[in-house]
């Protein structure tokens, strides 16, 4: 199994993309699907079937987990090889690490309904939304990670406004630094903006790492090196 950079999970070989979504069967569960993406020699795995192993990976983690810093545990979820270079397992696993280590720094939240409701609302995120949609997951999923602990819905008040506010400072966080995607790289990133979001507007103080250092580079072919905060030997 590969876990390398946008690889095909059938064949191995690189993910290409196109402007116009193609309709396409996904060759594990032979459903079709409107995609933008394949591999070169025409694979198509739906978000489904590529994220399923690595969101299990996800809930079981976050449910042991007693740890309040979401980098530590972002690293070692990232360490599973269900959990690959990039996917929209990120897309669920950014909220997950969130809640826990909330949860973990004394946040008042129903544990497993809102890590339901994560696995529900992260799950439904396509792949690839930061370039074809200009919304990259991981914000998207702070964003989400707001939404289901101050219980917001599109008819509240404060909630619906902190939830909004936490997905733009994690995008703006994320596109200051630049493209193109890295799934890694724009997790970390979300993660660190929704840590000092939450101490600042909801006085639950989680943790961080002294340094976030980032061990993919060799798995990533559009790694940013130097330019990326996270680059091994770069300080964030």
Known sequence: ????????????????????????????????????????????????????????????GCR?????????????????PYIYMHGPEHHVMTAAVLLTAYRNAGGEADFEKALSEIKSRGSEYPGGSCGLWGACGAAVSTGIFMSVITGATPLTGRSWKLSNM????????????????????????????????????????????????????AENQQCLKKHCPYYTGCKM
């Open 1 to 60: 199994m590969t876990r390398g950079e946008g690889a095909c999970l059938v064949c191995g070989k690189p993910i290409v993309y196109f402007e116009k979504a193609k309709k396409m069967k996904c060759i594990m569960c032979q459903k079709e699907f409107e995609s933008h993406a394949s591999c070169e020699d025409g694979h198509f795995v739906c978000d489904e079937c590529h994220a399923k192993k690595g969101i299990e990976v996800i809930m079981d």
């Open 166 to 217: 936490m997905t733009a400072k994690a995008l703006t966080a994320i596109a200051e630094i630049g493209g193109p995607r890295c799934c890694k790289r724009n997790s970390f990133t979300a993660v660190k903006a929704a840590v000092e979001f939450v101490k600042e507007e909801l006085g639950v103080e989680m943790e961080l790492p002294e340094r976030i250092q980032c061990d993919y580079s």
């Open 64 to 80: 042991k987990s007693v740890s309040k810093n979401p980098v530590i545990l972002l690293q070692e979820l990232m360490e599973d």
